[in-house]
């Protein structure tokens, strides 16, 4: 079965500096996608960025990007430049494959806290 | 500007109640998708539908049925609601194509069961 393991509960972060929150997965299909979503105290999801297992680089949004290591099974996010708005809680989701018997759907990890101090 | 609306954001219900949360999206997606979340286990899927009258069950169903009458509307019942219950409840929903789209949430209902 499909699984995603976020090991960080929490993290702090210096304002301006560089953060990066683990992601690992578990995945016996060959066609999957990986999802980061933040989660700030308002309740909200926000979707971040998006990786497909067949993508030859890794993804980029602003200051955030996906270390994608396929052989790993990790797809860390890296979040450049931390502001004081990045605190949040982050979570990765996988999306198995649809078809065939897969159903499409998405899983999520446990979630990190990240706290940016000023 | 896309939207998925969950009909309460905090509820207080007793033990043994029957309990409706409701989620609407304007956005035409054919899948919707219920989660509870709870603190350290993250998001995990109760279950989602790819179309009006489909459902599938999730990770956790147990103690919970959905009804998907109208493309726009998955809710998500709690026949006999109990503690364990308490918890915070999303709803999403996306596009079937393409594969890469992302899912669009709901602001959250939170359930107390007493």
């Known amino acids: 079965a499909q699984k995603i393991t976020q090991t960080q509960p929490g993290m702090f972060v210096q304002e301006k500096e560089a953060v990066t929150l683990d992601c690992t997965y578990d995945t016996s299909d060959p066609s999957y996608g990986l999802f980061w979503y933040k989660q700030p105290s308002s309740g909200e999801m926000i979707f971040l960025i998006y990786?497909?297992?067949?993508?030859?680089q890794n993804a980029t949004e602003g200051r955030y990007s996906l270390n994608f290591q396929k052989a790993r099974k990790s797809a860390n996010l890296v979040i450049s430049a931390s502001q004081l708005g990045d605190s949040a809680m982050y979570f990765c989701a996988m999306r198995e494959p649809h078809g065939s018997g897969n159903t499409g759907k998405l899983i999520f990890g446990q979630g990190t806290t990240l706290q940016v101090k000023p | 500007d896309v939207k998925v609306t969950q009909s309460s954001r905090y509820l207080v219900k007793r033990t043994g109640e029957k309990v409706f949360l409701e989620c609407v999206q304007d956005?035409?997606?054919?899948?919707m998708f219920w989660y509870r979340q709870d603190p350290g286990l993250g998001l995990r899927l109760i279950y989602f539908?790819?179309?009006?009258?489909?459902?599938e069950k999730g990770d956790i169903p147990e103690g919970y049925s959905v009804s998907r009458e109208k493309k726009e509307r998955f809710s998500l019942i709690l026949e006999s609601a109990s503690t364990n219950q308490t918890s915070m409840y999303l709803c999403?929903?996306?596009?079937?194509?393409?594969?890469?789209?992302?899912?669009?949430f709901g602001e959250g209902s939170r359930l107390t069961v007493l």
């Open positions: 956005m035409d997606h054919e899948n």
């Open positions: 990786q497909g297992s067949y993508d030859q």
């Open positions: 999403a929903s996306r596009m079937d194509r393409p594969y890469t789209g992302e899912l669009f």
């Open positions: 539908s790819y179309d009006v009258k489909m459902k």
